[in-house]
């Protein structure tokens, strides 16, 4: 039966995984703690509380209240976070999201740009959404489509993902023709599978950045004079 799906979906991942169980080394990232019997291997929540998943590196985050300033603001500088709010009716995890969505479609826009160039291929429009059961797809009108959540990923897998797309923009199907272009482009592209089979609970998990790490602005708690 022809099985004509052009969308990376998780159980993709995993079904074309235990094909490959055993046979490859982890790779990008320090190993997962094994989970026994069940494939649903995670970060442990102490390790990951309070941080951001970015480019494939849990970042710190420095999260600050300073309600002299007009909007909350969240700034990136050497794989940290510093988010100010202005109120602690602000939720900061979802101040970070926001950001890794916005910096998803730049991130995402520009690479496959490349990798299009490289593919000696054309795509016309780049949309990020907020899908949890698809990485990616593309459609007919040459129109790709990924989840920000990509962004949380190390480059690498983020290539295979892009040029797994771009690649149905020359086989419209999952055929020998179609793994053999991404191998092509993406040698050790079945690692990189084996990285989201292994990974996909923490990329889909929001960053947990609680108001319990917030660190009073001291310019606006020193002296006494600020009380409202
Ligand atoms: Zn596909």
Redo the contacts with the bound molecule.
């Keep these: 039966m022809a099985d004509i799906?052009?969308?990376?979906t998780i159980s993709?991942v995993k079904l074309f995984l235990e094909k490959l169980k055993g046979e490859l080394p982890e790779v990008f990232t320090k190993p997962m703690p094994e989970v026994e019997g069940e494939e649903k291997q995670t970060q442990p929540e102490q390790e990951t509380a309070g941080k951001v998943l970015y480019l494939g590196n849990l970042c710190e985050v420095e999260l600050t209240l300073n309600p002299e300033q007009r909007e909350p603001t969240v700034i990136l500088v050497d794989n940290k976070f510093y988010v100010t709010l202005t109120s602690k009716d602000q939720n900061p995890s979802v101040l970070c999201e926001d950001f890794l969505r916005r910096q998803a479609l730049d991130f995402l826009t520009a690479r496959a740009k490349e990798l299009a160039a490289k593919m000696e291929v054309t795509f016309n429009n780049l949309t990020v959404k907020d899908q949890k059961s698809l990485w990616g797809s593309c459609s007919q009108k040459n129109n790709l489509n990924f989840s920000y959540r990509l962004i949380k990923m190390p480059r690498a897998v983020i290539d295979y993902l892009i040029v797994?797309?771009l690649a149905?923009l020359i086989h419209f199907d999952?055929s020998a023709d179609?793994w053999a272009t991404v191998e092509k482009f993406i040698p050790d592209y079945k690692q990189h599978r084996r990285w989201l089979n292994n990974n996909k609970y923490a990329v889909m998990a929001q960053s947990n950045v609680s108001l319990d790490n917030l660190k009073l602005d001291e310019t606006n708690t020193t002296g006494g004079e600020n009380n409202v």
Excluded: M, S
Excluded at 5 to 8: A, G, L, M, Q, S
């Design positions: 799906d052009i969308e990376t993709d797994h797309e149905h999952h179609f």
